[in-house]
């Protein structure tokens, strides 16, 4: 699980700010107006307006609100692909998930903070949660496709599923315990979350 651009404004909405050109531009300014707002108070004219761009202009960018909040996921989606493709298929599988969880989620230390706010935002309003639920469905599908080629199964059967939810239910406790503890290290929790995991499904 992870959710995706780089970086973050942490400085407030100003007026007479030049108006924003880019994607990654209105995602910063989308955040900043959710963290002075709130999240279901902010609306996409507030974020259109304060961009200095029309209604029109945002949805070039994003689908809708909840698409702002998380940013390029097609994209990252097929990264974390791209990941468990790549690993050894000599380990064990539980191991290249947990390698590639990890990897994925692994972030600068300037990144964080941001990140902390987008995670937050995707655990606890209930506006995003069916949303949530999608993009989720999404991440269990690459996993139960790599489980499955991995094992000679068909996704379709229950082991890969099994799998996926599992694995994605791993993940979603450490991101809740990380924004639960400050200073907790992401990496670290997931590692520790999936090897737990491991210790109950065995090694395969």
Known sequence: MESPSR???NQPVRAGRPRVTSRADLERLGFELFAQ???????????AGAA??????????FSSKND????DFEQHLAGFRTLLDASDPGVPVMVALREAVVEFNRFDADVVPWHRQRMELILTVPALQADAALRYASWRAIVTDFVGRHLSLPPSHMVPRLFGHTVL???VT????WLAQEGA???GLLNLA???LDEGLGAV
């Open 194 to 196: 999936i090897r737990r």
């Open 52 to 61: 200095g761009i029309g209604r029109r202009t945002f949805f070039r960018y």
């Open 7 to 9: 970086a973050v404004a």
């Open 174 to 177: 450490a991101y809740e315990h």
């Open 37 to 47: 707002q709130g999240f279901d108070a902010t609306t996409i004219d507030d974020i």
């Open 185 to 187: 290290e992401l990496s």
């Open 68 to 71: 702002l909040v998380w940013g």
């Open 169 to 171: 239910a791993a993940a």
